[in-house]
Every structure is written in C-alpha cells, then in structure tokens.
C-alpha cells in the first residue's frame, strides 16, 4: 500500500522545495549573463586582474547563459502549470527530475566545451563541484519521493552522461580521465549511500504514517460504532419506558372499556363508576408518559449529582408503587467519569421502576458502595418476585436493557429472584483510571 502510494502521490514540501531550487538556478543565469554584458570600468582598468579575467571569461559564456536560462525559464513554467501534473500523473516527478539532471550536466559541459574552444586551462576541480552540489538536489528529492531502487537509476543515469562527456574530451589539454573517472564513481558511491539513507527514513515514516491512518480510520470507526450503539440504546430504553407506561396503561384503559361498554346496557351506574376508574388510569398513564418523558435526558444527574438523584428516584418511585424505601448512600463519591455515573444512575432507575410497577413490594432497599476502582450498587425488595428460568426477553425488557447496559459496559450483574421472595440487583462496574 504504501509503495503503491509513493508512484502516484507526491511527498508533500518536494513540490515547493523543487521549484524554489529551479528559481535560484534561473536567477544565477541571468545574473552572468546581466554581468557578462557590462563589465565594471573599475576592473577593466587593471585595479583587480584576477576579477578582470573572470569577467572576460563571463563574457564569452554570455550566450550559454542566456540559453541555459531559458530552459530553465520553459522548465520552471512546466513546474508551475498545474496542467501538466494532471496530464502527466505519477510521470510528472520522473521527468522533472531527469529534466533537472539533463539541464545541469548540459549546462556544466557547455561552459567547460566552451573554455576548452577558447584554448583556456580545463578547470576539473570546479566542474566536478558544481555538479556534485547542483546534483545533489535532485538526488534527495528522488530519494525522499521514491524506493532506493528507483533513485538508483538517476544516479546509473547521472553517471553514464558524464562518462560520455569524458570520453567526448578525453584528449583536452590537462583532462585526465582515470582521474576523472575516479571522481565520478566517488560521487556516484556517495550519492548511493546517501540516497539510501533518505529512503530508508523516508520509507519508515511512510509506514508510521500509514499506521497513524490506520489508526485514526479505526478511531472513526469506533465513533461511529459508539453513536450507532448510544442510539440504539436510547432506542431501546424508550420502547422499554413506553412499555412500562403508555403500553400497559392503554392496555388497562381497552379492558376496563369493554367492561363498562358492557355493563352500561345493565347495570348504568355501574358503568359510570368503571368510567371514572378509567379516567383516573387515563390520568395516571399521562403522568407516567410525562415521566418517562421527563426521564429520557439523565436530568436530574446533570442537575443534582449522582447521589441526590438517586434519592430523588427512590423517593418518586415509593410514591407511585407504595413501597417504604430504605437508603444506604455514602456521604460523598471518588471521581466518576460521566459515563459511568449515567449507566449506574439508569441501572438503579431501571430496577427501581421495574419494583415500583411489577414487585407490589412493602420495601425497596438501595445500597451503593464506591471505591477508587470499584462501584457497587445493589438494589432488593420484598416483593413477589419471578422464576428467572420463565423470563421472556422479548416481553421482560426491564431485565433485558440492564443486562445490554452490563454488557456494554464490561460490567457485572447479578439478579436473584424467586417467586414470593423478592428481587435483588446487583451491579458492579469498574471506574476507568
């Protein structure tokens, strides 16, 4: 994947760095062929011979210099254009890069052709400069785009151009081409190691960042899970309150209206009573709707803190289902992430309304216990209980979401419960560091 990568992307900071190159050459061309027109008076007078020679030897150079730069002119045109990257796609770089390579080493050997028609002394040692610093460039660029395989041939290619220029000028005066020759293959060698050392720290951050994409793509992913989850548990404990509420008080409300639609051919008072007792469940189904309107955003633990909320539920609860509640609250709490003290603020409501609505319990006992890890809560009644082995989890949904928030949450619950003995709940759940 990666490798596959660096053939069509570019590395991002070349681009830039390539063209800013290109313009510097640009700028020196012109600059000696601009000071290969107008040599200073002051030099020319004798005052500087060796300035004087220089400039002289500049201005036979004059026309190679404008040549040169307009090439460099039509190629920086071909780095600016974004047209061509387009058109060209993973082959843009490539013949950048060998274009570079071409206008330098033609650029060099002109200027020492040109030294060598006017008779002058062949200046090995600072030809074989200029193209060591001026290759140089090309060569980092190769290797930070491209495997150490590939940049191995720009540097095959690099060196097989300059041996033909050697054997072009083997027999120019004071040009010797073993040495020569030496030199190149020192650079060559140099290059090679350098070059490998740029792939080799380039090719490990590209597999670090592939693995920070990864990494983020799994992050995304589990955000997305994590919300579709959220959802559908939002879900699910809404179909859960509209069956503790509106379901089971509308279907009291079509029981109690077919009795009274029969009583009232014979006994009409009668009737009217029922009709009165399906008005209070009417009003008594709208509360509870409203409560578990009302309950649907943890509320309350925004409000007033875990503690205080769970109180104030205990309190409601005992109104609605009779019960005496009895109370074991620690006076304050550790540090709880949010999530854990809203799954543990809805697992005690869940079982507290499951009490309230199905257990006709006389008493309703709430503990919560807390450590710097752990989190305890237990809540017990003395009501009619049920037989867990006849549980049904398409009808039972109050067991059903605490046992999907227990899993969720990678926490443990235990329920226990026997027909006529009552109910208890426990629920334990690890407090993240």
């Known amino acids: 994947m990666t490798e596959k990568k660096n053939s069509s992307a570019i590395e991002p900071g070349i681009l830039p760095l390539f063209r800013i190159f290109v313009g510097v050459q640009l700028a020196v061309m012109l600059w000696n062929w601009f000071s290969s027109l107008r040599t200073p008076r002051f030099i020319l007078l004798g005052r500087f011979p060796q300035l004087t020679q220089w400039f002289q030897e500049k201005q036979a150079n004059a026309g190679i210099y404008l040549l040169v730069a307009a090439f460099l002119a039509l190629f920086m045109v071909y780095m600016l254009v974004p047209q061509f990257r387009r058109w060209l796609g993973k082959y843009y770089l490539p013949i950048a890069l ?155 409300l079509v029981i109690h209206l077919e009795a009274a639609n029969i009583e009232a051919k014979s006994d009409p008072a009668k009737a009217q009573q029922e009709m009165e007792s399906i008005t209070q469940q009417a009003r008594s189904g709208l509360n509870e709707a409203r409560r578990a309107i009302r309950s649907l955003r943890a509320a309350p633990l925004e409000e007033m803190g875990l503690l205080l909320a769970l109180q104030e539920a205990v309190k409601e609860a005992a109104i609605r289902g009779g019960f005496e509640p009895h109370l074991t609250l620690p006076s304050t709490l550790p540090y709880l992430p949010t999530e854990v003290e809203n799954e543990v603020y809805r697992v005690a409501v869940e079982a507290i309304q499951n009490v309230a609505l199905h257990a006709h319990a006389q008493n309703l006992t709430l503990k919560l216990s807390a450590t710097s890890r752990i989190l305890n809560l237990l809540v017990q009644d003395d009501g009619t209980g049920f037989d867990l082995h006849k549980v049904d989890g398409q009808t039972h949904f109050g067991l059903l979401g605490l046992r999907e928030r227990a899993d969720l949450h990678g926490a443990d619950l235990q329920v226990n419960s026997m027909p006529g003995s009552g109910t208890s709940v426990s629920f334990q759940i690890e407090v993240p560091k």
């Open 98 to 252: 060998t274009l570079q390579v071409v206008i330098i080493i033609v650029a060099v050997d002109l200027l020492t052709l040109n030294r060598l028609n006017n008779q002058l002394v062949f200046d090995f040692g600072s030809r074989s400069w200029q193209l060591f610093f001026f290759l140089f460039f090309p060569v980092i660029l190769a290797s930070w785009q491209y495997r150490f395989s590939q940049v191995l041939l720009l540097i095959l290619f690099t060196t097989l151009v300059e041996l033909l220029f050697f054997l072009l000028i083997r027999n120019a005066p004071a040009f010797h081409f073993g040495a020569s020759s030496a030199f190149l293959l020192g650079r060559s060698l140099l290059y090679i190691f350098i070059a490998y050392v740029v792939s080799h720290l380039m090719h490990q951050q590209r597999t670090l960042r592939a693995s920070l994409e990864s990494a983020n793509q799994k992050l995304k992913d589990y955000v997305s899970t994590q919300d579709a989850l959220a959802t559908a548990r939002e879900r699910n404990r809404l179909s859960r309150e509209l069956h503790d509420t509106l379901a089971h008080t509308l279907s009291a």
